[in-house]
């Protein structure tokens, strides 16, 4: 189609001799980087949506970014890591504004309220430590004196009161200090200097937002009366980056939650509240001290803390009868002190209905209690409506009023049979010692395309979705219909990534040895074991050995680890934040990482430092897992037999593209792809279907020609790398 001249100027900045080629030493033009370019022009030329998968490589984040910012449009990019929001922040955008001068476009990355500092709880907590007795009995009275006196420093040089930059000293106190739902938003004392507020602020005067999906499905999902509804203000477009992530996002913003940490929550503000009125009432002690409090204001405290009590005791009750019964009677639901389960499935029960129905009544019964409590002490700050939003405990009631209706509108759904089909409702316990417990009760929508388009994509003026893997059996079905995405006004577009997958890597299926679909973790483990060890004599770079389960995660590593000692390093996940495993890997050049769910994706090691991706089995979703169940079932009811086609194969291919999609990030990567499964030797029906998604490497059968392929390309890795 014929394009404005601004339209041909922005494209012409992609192509060879343009203004990348020209200021960007080592920069390459990329016929798919210009497709996907010229296809975010069309959209705003033709007044669409976008859909594109564009491959690694393909320089995404310019792709959108320079077109829009060009064009003057105000955006919001969201995100699904934290990476790619520092990526954004750090280098693409001041690049950008660095390239075009014209431009000075602001930028800011947005965070949820609980990410800051809220300087009315810490000037309190502060001052209440550094008197003769403290009012918090969890901790040491030093120890939090200390997180305040690290925390008054870092505000000194940090402007932003992000926690996240605060690091790890003090970091198990730092929920006391966080930003949340009591804030007084205009009437706090400190609202001038509050940094949410300032970051909000902020937010608004700057042309481009970057955020995570959580926190714009969060603002977006809720109803223009509930808090923080709009946190994010008015733009042109919403560009979702790492767009695969998307719908699970979304169907957590349209779930509905209950669990004793978040009445917690609420029952601490109550405490904060007692422990700045009378100390020595949180604290059950008798003392004389030099505090002001009137027998009205003590009273008051006192059953302000029975209460808290009283709460805490029949929440862990119920999780305790629940959890008992079910481990006496369906021992199968409890596994390491955990259980979980479906509540519709055990509606016919004779006792669990009735331990819901009992909770659901004393909740209620404690939410009344609460609140004729406040009416019979009412304090000035009670009365002056102003005020009343500031009042912690108008605060906590709200919140406990909200968690019970919330309950109970649960039990609603599950009583009426047909509108329950679209939900699944899973209740979990924990049993932390011989007498506490904890419980979760968790609701979803199977399908929930009509709540996103209703309530999300309504505010969207214009969308662009972009990731490496949207596409399934080179299709976008899957993607499209979870989110209601309308193919009348939204184009969609892929682009193949500009690596030579064949000469960059190989993908290797040893013909005998691989590990079974049906074999237990332990021998899962133990042939995974076997198949790596030659791969580490041949192959002298990194390595990732991914696997589905921590089970099989943890006994890799166990069997590993004496065998790499001394040569090199090997890191299990969990032993030290993502980030800084990163770190390490790249800095080793032939570390060994063992690791699970969160290094499939969001993960980025560059040259030799990553030389190997080792899978442990095709990630087909778990069906012991009841929303993967559930989406089964119902996909069988529509169309008997589909769940397999329908659920669980397009999951699977999506999680194997993250996953094999860690090793070639750059035209200088090189390496092999070990996928130890033997259903990718056989001849079953689906097999084709996930070669056909996989990057078009050479497949290998043996060590010898891995060897070969090794000794060919180890010695093409740029020099900084080696």
């Not at 079974?516 to 580490?536: C, H, I, W, Y």
């Amino acid at each position: 189609m014929e394009h404005s001249e601004l339209a041909r100027r922005i494209i012409s900045v992609f192509e060879p001799g343009g203004k990348l080629s020209q200021s960007i030493k080592g920069f390459e033009p990329r016929m798919q980087q210009r497709d996907m370019v010229e296809s975010i022009i069309n959209a705003w030329e033709t007044n669409r949506d976008l859909v594109v998968e564009a491959g690694t490589g393909t320089g995404k984040t310019f792709s959108y970014l320079i077109p829009n910012m060009l064009l003057r449009k105000k955006m919001i990019v969201s995100t699904g890591t934290k990476n790619l929001q520092d990526q954004l922040i750090g280098r693409d955008i001041p690049l950008i504004n660095m390239l075009f001068s014209e431009l000075n476009y602001r930028a800011f990355a947005l965070k949820g309220r609980s990410n800051y500092i809220c300087l009315d709880r810490f000037y309190k907590i502060k001052s209440a430590v550094s008197k003769r007795y403290s009012p918090f009995r969890d901790i040491g009275e030093r120890e939090l004196g200390e997180t305040c006196r690290k925390l008054d420093e870092f505000m000194k040089e940090n402007q932003n009161g992000d926690l996240s930059q605060f690091g790890p000293a003090g970091s198990q106190h730092l929920n006391k200090f966080r930003c949340g739902s009591s804030c007084g938003g205009e009437n706090c004392p400190y609202a001038k200097n509050c940094y949410f507020r300032t970051a909000r602020e902020l937010a608004k005067e700057s042309d481009l937002i970057v955020v995570n999906h959580s926190l714009l499905m969060y603002a977006y999902a809720k109803g223009s009366d509930e808090p923080d509804s709009e946190i994010l203000p008015s733009v042109d477009v919403v560009v979702f980056d790492e767009a695969h992530k998307v719908p699970d996002y979304a169907r957590a913003a349209f779930s509905s939650s209950v669990s004793n940490s978040f009445f917690e929550e609420n029952l601490k503000e109550i405490e904060f509240y007692v422990g700045q009125k009378a100390p020595q009432v949180i604290n059950d002690k008798q003392l004389t001290l030099a505090l002001e409090v009137s027998a009205h204001e003590e009273d008051k405290c006192r059953k302000l803390s029975a209460y808290v009590k009283n709460f805490r005791i029949e929440m862990n009750s119920f999780a305790r009868k629940v959890f008992g019964y079910l481990e006496s009677q369906y021992p199968e639901f409890v596994h390491d002190s955990r259980l979980q389960i479906v509540v519709r499935d055990l509606e016919d029960d004779p006792v669990i209905p009735e331990l819901f129905v009992e909770f659901g009544k004393k909740a209620v019964q404690l939410q009344t209690e609460l609140e004729n409590l406040l009416n019979q002490y009412v304090d000035e700050d009670m009365q002056d409506p102003n005020r009343r939003s500031f009042n912690p405990l108008h605060s906590a009631c709200e919140g406990i009023s909200t968690l019970v209706e919330n309950y109970l509108a649960v039990f609603k759904v599950e009583l009426d049979k047909e509108d329950r089909k679209n939900y699944l409702t899973v209740f979990e316990a924990d049993r932390v010692s011989a007498s506490e417990f904890n419980f979760h009760l968790v609701q979803s929508k199977l399908k929930f395309a009509d709540s996103y388009v209703e309530r999300v994509f309504s505010k969207i003026q214009r969308a662009v979705y972009t990731s490496a893997t949207l596409m399934v059996n080179g299709n976008f079905f899957d993607f499209a219909s979870k989110l209601g995405i309308d193919p009348d006004r939204t184009s969609f577009m892929a682009y193949g990534s500009p690596f030579n997958y064949a000469g960059q890597g190989c993908l290797y299926l040893p013909y005998q040895g691989l590990p079974s679909g049906n074999d237990f973790d332990s021998m899962r483990a133990k042939k995974v074991f076997e198949q790596v060890k030659p791969l580490l004599r041949i192959i002298d770079g990194g390595f990732f050995i991914l696997c589905t389960n921590m089970s099989v995660m943890r006994a890799i590593y166990s069997m590993l680890e004496p065998v790499v000692k001394g040569k090199r390093n090997i890191y299990l996940q969990g032993q030290h934040a993502k980030i800084e495993i990163m770190r390490r890997m790249q800095k080793d050049q032939n570390a060994v990482v063992v690791a699970t769910s969160s290094f499939w994706e969001g993960v980025d090691v560059k040259g030799k430092a990553l030389s190997c991706v080792v899978i442990d089995r095709l990630p087909f979703p778990n069906l012991s897992d009841p929303l993967t169940r559930a989406l089964c079932n119902a996909a069988d009811e529509e169309k008997p037999k589909s769940s397999f086609s329908r659920v669980m194969l397009p999951q699977m291919l999506l999680s194997l593209k993250q996953g094999v999609g860690r090793l070639i990030r750059s035209c200088s990567d090189y390496g092999v792809v070990m996928i130890a499964d033997d259903r990718m030797n056989s001849s079953r029906s689906y097999v084709r279907t996930t070669y056909s998604n996989l990057p078009p490497f050479r497949v290998i059968n043996t060590l010898k020609e891995v060897e070969e392929f090794w000794n060919r390309v180890k010695n093409n890795f740029p020099s900084e790398n080696k």
